[in-house]
């Protein structure tokens, strides 16, 4: 599956974003999909993912109560929408697929398929 994530900006502290991701050649509506994020000098890191059955969901805990994901399965569109944005959200954000059986995981390395990263800069 090909992935590409857009919906990126600048945006100031409190402001609010939605980021997109549009998923082709594969059965999106399968898959187990995330949005991680890397800031300059530092790892990829989980933000938030959807499952691929019962819609479940889990974030990282920075970004609860803040960040929402959701899927358009038929759209093949997972979306996350930040409010309260900080500073410390900037990054650039990748949208992510896990192509197994896993219901839901927030490990780097069970995602076989990655967008190309769309930048998040929030100024104070």
């Known amino acids: 599956v090909q992935l590409q994530a857009f919906g990126g900006g600048l945006v100031q502290t409190g402001g609010s974003l939605r980021l997109s991701c549009a998923g082709s050649?594969?059965?999106?509506?399968?898959?187990?999909m995330a949005w991680f994020r890397q800031a300059p000098g530092t790892e990829r890191k989980f933000v938030a993912a959807?499952?691929?059955?019962?819609?479940?969901?889990t974030y990282e805990d920075s970004v609860k109560g803040r960040f929402t994901i959701s899927r358009d399965n038929a759209k093949n569109t997972v979306y996350l929408q930040m409010n309260s944005l900080k500073p410390e959200d900037t990054a650039v954000y990748y949208c992510?697929?896990?192509?197994?059986?896993?219901?839901?995981?927030?490990?780097?390395?069970?995602?076989?398929?990655w967008g190309q990263g769309t930048q998040l800069t929030v100024s104070s």
């Open positions: 050649g594969g059965t999106f509506s399968t898959y187990t």
């Open positions: 992510a697929a896990d192509r197994s059986i896993r219901v839901l995981s927030t490990e780097r390395t069970d995602f076989d398929s």
């Open positions: 959807i499952s691929w059955i019962g819609g479940r969901t």
